[in-house]
Protein backbone atom coordinates (compact mmCIF):
# COMPACT_ATOMS: atom_id res chain seq x y z
CA UNK A 1 0.00 0.00 0.00
CA UNK A 2 1.48 3.08 -1.20
CA UNK A 3 2.02 6.08 2.08
CA UNK A 4 0.27 8.75 0.95
CA UNK A 5 -1.53 10.23 3.79
CA UNK A 6 -3.79 12.25 2.11
CA UNK A 7 -5.58 9.76 0.04
CA UNK A 8 -5.32 7.09 2.42
CA UNK A 9 -8.68 5.70 2.33
CA UNK A 10 -9.33 6.31 -1.12
CA UNK A 11 -6.02 4.36 -2.07
CA UNK A 12 -6.70 1.72 -0.15
CA UNK A 13 -10.13 1.10 -1.73
CA UNK A 14 -8.58 0.96 -5.01
CA UNK A 15 -6.11 -1.24 -3.86
CA UNK A 16 -8.98 -3.53 -2.55
CA UNK A 17 -10.43 -3.01 -5.72
CA UNK A 18 -7.66 -4.31 -7.71
CA UNK A 19 -6.96 -6.87 -5.50
CA UNK A 20 -9.81 -8.94 -6.86
CA UNK A 21 -8.37 -9.50 -10.13
CA UNK A 22 -6.26 -12.44 -10.94
CA UNK A 23 -2.87 -10.35 -10.76
CA UNK A 24 0.07 -10.56 -8.83
CA UNK A 25 1.10 -7.87 -6.64
CA UNK A 26 5.05 -7.32 -6.77
CA UNK A 27 6.69 -4.00 -5.91
CA UNK A 28 8.28 -1.62 -8.95
CA UNK A 29 9.66 1.68 -8.14
CA UNK A 30 8.31 2.16 -4.89
CA UNK A 31 5.04 1.28 -5.67
CA UNK A 32 2.64 -1.73 -6.37
CA UNK A 33 1.98 -2.57 -9.45
CA UNK A 34 -0.59 -5.51 -10.59
CA UNK A 35 1.29 -7.99 -13.40
CA UNK A 36 -0.39 -10.58 -15.36
CA UNK A 37 2.33 -13.30 -16.80
CA UNK A 38 5.40 -11.25 -15.72
CA UNK A 39 3.77 -7.96 -17.24
CA UNK A 40 2.92 -5.00 -15.83
CA UNK A 41 -0.57 -4.42 -15.92
CA UNK A 42 -2.35 -1.67 -13.78
CA UNK A 43 -0.86 0.42 -10.60
CA UNK A 44 -2.52 3.60 -8.67
CA UNK A 45 -0.87 6.11 -6.38
CA UNK A 46 -1.56 9.81 -5.07
CA UNK A 47 -0.63 12.96 -6.03
CA UNK A 48 -1.13 16.39 -4.94
CA UNK A 49 -4.41 17.32 -6.70
CA UNK A 50 -6.20 13.97 -6.99
CA UNK A 51 -5.01 10.36 -6.90
CA UNK A 52 -5.10 7.96 -9.73
CA UNK A 53 -5.20 4.33 -11.33
CA UNK A 54 -3.27 3.64 -14.66
CA UNK A 55 -3.02 1.00 -16.88
CA UNK A 56 0.38 0.39 -18.92
CA UNK A 57 -1.44 -0.82 -21.88
CA UNK A 58 -3.96 1.57 -21.28
CA UNK A 59 -3.75 2.90 -24.74
CA UNK A 60 -5.59 -0.36 -25.95
CA UNK A 61 -8.62 -0.34 -23.97
CA UNK A 62 -12.51 0.51 -24.69
CA UNK A 63 -12.72 3.64 -22.92
CA UNK A 64 -16.37 3.47 -22.66
CA UNK A 65 -16.91 6.31 -20.02
CA UNK A 66 -14.29 8.31 -21.65
CA UNK A 67 -11.90 8.85 -18.25
CA UNK A 68 -8.61 7.91 -19.42
CA UNK A 69 -5.82 10.33 -19.98
CA UNK A 70 -2.22 10.59 -21.39
CA UNK A 71 -0.95 11.80 -18.03
CA UNK A 72 2.80 12.83 -20.04
CA UNK A 73 1.78 13.79 -23.11
CA UNK A 74 4.75 13.50 -25.62
CA UNK A 75 6.69 10.87 -22.78
CA UNK A 76 3.93 8.00 -22.71
CA UNK A 77 2.84 6.10 -25.58
CA UNK A 78 0.70 3.50 -24.44
CA UNK A 79 -0.27 4.03 -20.36
CA UNK A 80 -3.18 5.52 -19.50
CA UNK A 81 -4.19 7.20 -16.03
CA UNK A 82 -7.57 7.33 -14.37
CA UNK A 83 -7.89 10.52 -11.96
CA UNK A 84 -10.01 10.77 -8.83
CA UNK A 85 -10.79 13.76 -6.81
CA UNK A 86 -13.10 12.41 -3.87
CA UNK A 87 -13.73 8.54 -2.70
CA UNK A 88 -17.49 9.03 -4.10
CA UNK A 89 -16.09 9.05 -7.49
CA UNK A 90 -14.82 5.66 -7.26
CA UNK A 91 -16.89 3.19 -8.68
CA UNK A 92 -16.35 -0.70 -8.82
CA UNK A 93 -17.65 -1.80 -11.32
CA UNK A 94 -16.55 0.65 -13.81
CA UNK A 95 -12.87 -0.07 -13.20
CA UNK A 96 -13.13 -3.90 -13.06
Known sequence: MQNNT?????L?????????Q???KTIKWGSEVFTFNGKNVVSYG??????????????FMRDQYKVLINAQEGKTKS??????????EIKEKKIL
Do not use: C, D, H, M
Not at 12 to 20: G, H, Q
Not at 79 to 88: A, D, G, M, N, V
Open 12 to 20: ELLAAIISK
Open 46 to 59: GFKNYFAIWFYNGV
Open 79 to 88: LRQWRFTSIE
Open 22 to 24: PLQ
Open 6 to 10: PWKSE
